[in-house]
């Protein structure tokens, strides 16, 4: 079968080729690229369009309004529209969804930036309409895990909405944007040799970005055998693609410890805000409801210590409270019992292998043989989607990396570097002066011959910190609870200076690769 009868079936398809949506995509965007290039008296030729992707790291709700900022301020310089894709990881996923929701964000980025703002600093979600979200989840799913749970108490607090929309629905509407590409990781394939960790979700399919293996988004987390669907699931909503892409708590015990012994006030105190911020009406909590927002809490910390066997007999008590039992939800023992084992033994992102009992030669034998697989954020591999640019098939000539981790500020372009050298994929040598470690400065430029130009952008920097951006990486740090309307201020007004202060240097690098294309 085709590569283009397989897009239409919903079937599996294996091959590196991109999807023949985004191909058409690509077409229709490297026009409005090659507008841009001309207004800055940058020439090419139509067919030789360089391709650039601008990456966005992850790093919370710094990440989150950081990209928000930095969009506005390439906006206003004249250069968004040079960008052919936009990839994140984990915050910086929850910022791509806020502006996915509208058609053509790009020609109106200051408006919808304004009714983001205003969205982030106001009263939020109620606990009530969070639990109904969490029992939907519950109630619809084969599978649920924390990364659920995450979705319905943490992403909703720091987004301050249930956004049910899907990649697929809100794509259809939009078209003078770049290409989206949201990023997660395979955890088993993380942990073990001969699988293929990098994982990617578009608006029209989602898969392994190396291995070149994929199933439309729409079918993503539907039961497949030997590449046919065999059950259906409901697309998965964009608050928990949000959740599974920001799950940072889900990979080892000493995460969990570390979360655990030093940051549990700060996650603590994300659940007190949102009890404190609901007052009257249905954002009341009511004394219907069994189990709260404390419960829910206690269930993501619980596992660190637990012994398993315990943890699952105290989950499947809370989850008959939370939940009801066949009667009221229509839930069978066997459904808590199961969900009750995810809780216990720290299970995220569970969807079934849409790849399960294939026999394709061309995929690791790793990926072909569970039913099911757990995706989880990224950022606990690489914190910044290099891979999902990486593709050979997308031709990037220039990567613009905004990076908002925590610790050291050269860890994903190391990170990235030293992988690509090991996997044999093109991408510039590294080397960063030793004293700048804790002192960056705001741009960094890499080149290689036959590789992509890599932009390095670190969100604090002595130019735009007053010469320290350690104290601003504290204040700032990327487990503090929801910003308050100062502090979303004060991290925009940082992050928009790089963009701001290196307009020349932008310009003169997509000049540099336009020409050398």
């Not at 898969?207 to 039961?223: D, I, P």
């Not at 093109?426 to 992509?452: M, W």
């Amino acid at each position: 079968m085709s590569a283009s009868k397989l897009q239409e079936s919903g079937d599996v398809r294996i091959a590196h080729s991109l999807h023949t949506k985004e191909e058409e995509f690509v077409v229709k965007r490297r026009e409005i690229v090659f507008q841009s290039l001309q207004k800055h008296e940058i020439h090419c030729s139509q067919n030789k369009v360089p391709h650039i992707a601008l990456l966005s790291s992850g790093g919370g709700q710094r990440a989150t309004v950081g990209l928000l900022e930095c969009l506005v301020q390439l906006d206003k310089a004249g250069l968004l529209d040079c960008i052919l894709y936009l990839s994140g990881v984990s915050g910086s996923t929850w910022c791509m969804a806020s502006l996915y929701q509208e058609p053509d964000w790009s020609t109106k980025l200051e408006t919808v930036k304004d009714n983001i703002i205003k969205r982030l600093s106001g009263p939020g979600v109620s606990w009530g309409d969070a639990f109904a979200k969490l029992k939907k989840y519950y109630n619809g799913k084969d599978f649920f895990s924390l990364t659920d749970i995450w979705a319905a108490i943490v992403v909703t607090t720091y987004m301050k909405e249930i956004d049910e929309h899907t990649l697929t629905d809100k794509w259809s509407q939009l078209g003078k944007d770049p290409f989206p590409i949201y990023t997660a990781t395979d955890k088993q394939s993380k942990q073990e040799e001969g699988g293929d960790p990098w994982f990617e979700i578009s608006p029209h399919e989602a898969g392994y970005s190396l291995s070149g293996a994929f199933v439309e988004t729409s079918n993503f987390g539907s039961q497949f055998d030997n590449g046919s669907k065999k059950k259906h699931q409901a697309e998965i909503d964009m608050l928990y693609l949000q959740a599974m892409c920001s799950s940072a708590l889900a990979d080892g015990e000493a995460t969990w410890k570390w979360i655990k012994a030093i940051s549990v006030p700060e996650i603590k105190s994300v659940f007190d805000k949102m009890e404190q911020d609901q007052s009257g009406g249905n954002a009341s909590r009511t004394t219907q409801e069994p189990v709260g927002e404390d419960e829910c809490y206690q269930e993501l910390l619980n596992p660190v210590d637990a012994d398993p066997s315990a943890l699952e007999q105290s989950s499947r008590t809370k989850l008959t409270d939370l939940f009801g039992g066949q009667k009221q939800f229509g839930q069978t023992a066997d459904k808590h019992k199961k969900t009750a084992r995810c809780i216990a033994q720290r299970i995220w992102g569970r969807n079934y292998n849409f790849l399960h009992n294939m026999t394709d030669e061309s995929v690791p034998a790793a990926l072909l043989q569970k039913e099911t697989r757990d995706l989880i954020d990224a950022g606990l591999l690489i914190n910044s989607p290099y891979f999902s640019v990486l593709r050979k098939e997308r031709n990037i000539d220039l990567i613009i990396a905004l990076d908002y981790s925590d610790g050291d500020p050269f860890t994903t372009v190391r990170e990235a570097a030293k992988t690509c050298k090991k996997l044999k994929i093109p991408f510039p040598e590294v080397n960063i002066p030793s004293d700048e470690g804790k002192k960056p400065k705001d741009f960094y430029v890499f080149e290689g011959q036959n590789a992509p130009t890599v932009i390095h952008i670190p969100l604090f920097n002595v130019v735009n910190c007053g010469g320290k951006p350690g104290d601003w990486r504290k204040k700032y740090g990327i487990l503090k609870g929801p910003y308050s309307a100062e502090m979303i201020t004060e991290v925009m007004g940082v992050a928009g200076k790089n963009i701001s202060n290196n307009r020349e240097k932008l310009l003169e690098q997509i000049r540099a690769v336009a020409e050398a294309k």
